[in-house]
């Protein structure tokens, strides 16, 4: 019998990915480079190895698939994959699909589904979010390249993705580049959302003197409320943590340099290249690298001291509920800078990206899952054409009760001299977005003044230049 679909690379994902595939009933031919690695996962998948065809060479292992065949390529990002789909084109025929599992940037995506469009062989490019727990118990996938194609592998992947209520979080989102630029987003929207727990931490530690397991316990209330998230829960469980060294607090013995992969910068840079503002994301982004920055801070705290002024507001049930609102609200904001940018790039990249579907398949599996990505969906399925999700009807209202907390707290972390960026930057972008006349009047002007670049007038009049007199750039 021949196997339902073939996977190469198997490393952390990709042998958790092929135990998973055959856990639910499908068989699996495997290869990877170092036919050692194929022999140690081989002898370890136990039961399951009844389901698994351990392939030593391309040959034996594209014929051990079932034409037309799926194979998952799920190695180290980049040059790899295309030498690995160079390697594996001549043994392939007619219908064969590609699939690139691993965390590419869409644009590569986009250029491989291009190279392979006027062959016989299509290529799909399908983000896994959910690391190795993911991958081995049922990730998010977002899959992006022809219908046709998904055809042959929605069986498939139905049946190894994660289950939120019993609905599968995966699905097509679009032709070539769709699915990796998704996973991209919700890179970028989980840089957000860990850096905002990072921050709410930050005014607990530095600001309120709260220690790792008090701030764990807060952290275990909030997640039965609002933001109940695998990131707050995770975020309780780490901060309960014991270092087995110090004996003290695992997560106070953690040098504070936070590393990162690229996603989230990518999410940043395609929004700046579509004009589209993903302010809490890029301040996510920036922050990571001024983590990076150890010695440089150190040195300016010689020169400036710590924070002077202290918390101006006294820990206490009122603040408990304002700090958790203020994460809500916040969270508000990088979850609609996410989806506008998703929005664009679906115009843009001519994808038809279904957001209600987006949402969906998020709820489970993937690190940024929560219940309020369930209301997102639904939100998002009540009003299909909103501009932004905080002008949907669901979101308006939440969005109404939390601001005013999150500027309680940023205001008061400001004072304080304490680190908000993406708090802040969710805040500002809000009071940007809603307000009617902003103050782009002024630098249109300047603009107008330095380089005679004109304006509009809001009576519409057909005056387009100012009469800036001397100095003024002529036009
Ligand atoms: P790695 O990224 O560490 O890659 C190792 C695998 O790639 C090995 O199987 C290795 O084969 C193979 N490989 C490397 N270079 C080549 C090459 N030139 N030709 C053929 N095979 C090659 O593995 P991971 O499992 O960590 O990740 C796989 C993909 O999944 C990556 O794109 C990653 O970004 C993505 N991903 C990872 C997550 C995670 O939590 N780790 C989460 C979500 C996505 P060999 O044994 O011969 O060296």
């Given at each position: 019998e021949k196997a339902e679909i073939g996977l190469i690379g198997l490393a952390v994902m990709g042998s958790n990915l092929a135990l998973n595939i055959a856990e639910k009933g499908n068989k699996i031919a495997v290869f990877n480079r170092t036919p050692e690695k194929t022999d140690e996962f081989y002898e370890s998948a136990g039961d399951l190895k009844k389901q698994i065809i351990p392939c030593k060479t391309i040959e034996e292992f594209v014929d051990a698939?079932?034409?037309?065949r799926p194979i998952v390529i799920m190695i180290k990002a980049g040059e790899p994959v295309d030498q690995q789909m160079e390697l594996l084109r001549p043994h392939l025929s007619k219908g064969d699909i590609m699939i690139?599992?691993?965390?590419?940037n869409f644009r590569d995506t986009v250029a491989r589904f291009d190279r392979l469009k006027n062959t016989d062989l299509t290529f799909i490019g399908m983000g896994v979010s959910g690391g190795e727990e993911g991958a081995r118990h049922g990730p998010s996938i977002m899959v992006g390249g022809t219908e046709e194609s998904w055809k042959r592998v929605e069986k498939v992947l139905t049946s190894i993705a994660a289950r939120y209520n019993d609905e599968p979080?995966?699905?097509?989102?679009?032709?070539?580049g769709a699915g990796h630029f998704v996973k991209t987003i919700h890179n970028g929207i989980e840089y957000a959302d860990m850096q905002m727990i990072a921050e709410i931490y930050g005014i607990l530690r530095d600001?309120?003197?709260?220690?790792a397991s008090e701030i764990s316990g807060i952290f275990g209330e909030w997640n039965?409320?609002?933001?109940?998230s695998y990131l707050i829960e995770i975020s309780e469980k780490v901060l309960a943590a014991t270092d087995p060294?110090?004996?003290?607090?695992m997560v106070d013995m953690i040098l504070d340099k936070a590393g990162q992969k690229g996603t989230g910068k990518w999410s940043a840079i395609e929004a700046q290249n579509m004009g589209i503002p993903a302010t809490a994301i890029e301040a996510a982004v920036a922050a990571r690298s001024l983590s990076s920055m150890k010695s440089q801070r150190e040195a300016a705290e010689k020169i400036f001291?710590?924070?002077?002024?202290?918390?101006p507001i006294a820990y206490g049930p009122e603040l408990n509920k304002d700090l958790e609102l203020a994460l809500f609200a916040a969270k508000i904001g990088a979850y609609a800078q996410g989806f506008a940018v998703m929005a664009e790039a679906s115009r843009e990249f001519n994808w038809s990206l279904p957001m209600p579907t987006i949402a969906r398949i998020w709820r489970?599996?993937?690190?940024?899952?929560?219940q309020f990505l369930d209301e997102i969906t639904s939100a998002f399925t009540k009003?299909?054409?909103?501009?932004?999700?905080?002008?949907?009807p669901a979101f308006s209202d939440m969005v109404k009760e939390s601001i005013p907390a999150l500027r309680r707290v940023v205001g008061a972390a400001i004072a304080a001299g304490l680190p908000v960026p993406a708090l802040t930057s969710a805040l500002t972008y809000f009071d940007a977005y809603r307000q009617?006349?902003?103050?782009?009047n002024l630098i249109q002007a300047q603009r107008d003044f330095f380089g005679a670049h004109g304006f509009d007038r809001l009576d519409g009049k057909d005056f387009h230049h100012?009469?800036?007199?001397?100095g003024a750039s002529t036009f």
């Open positions: 698939i079932r034409p037309p690139d599992a691993g965390n590419a979080c995966v699905a097509w989102l679009g032709n070539d600001g309120l003197g709260k220690s039965k409320g609002r933001l109940n060294v110090s004996g003290g607090p001291g710590t924070q002077a002024v202290s918390f489970a599996g993937c690190i940024i899952r929560s009003a299909p054409d909103a501009a932004n999700l905080i002008v949907t009617g006349r902003g103050t782009a100012g009469p800036w007199g001397s």
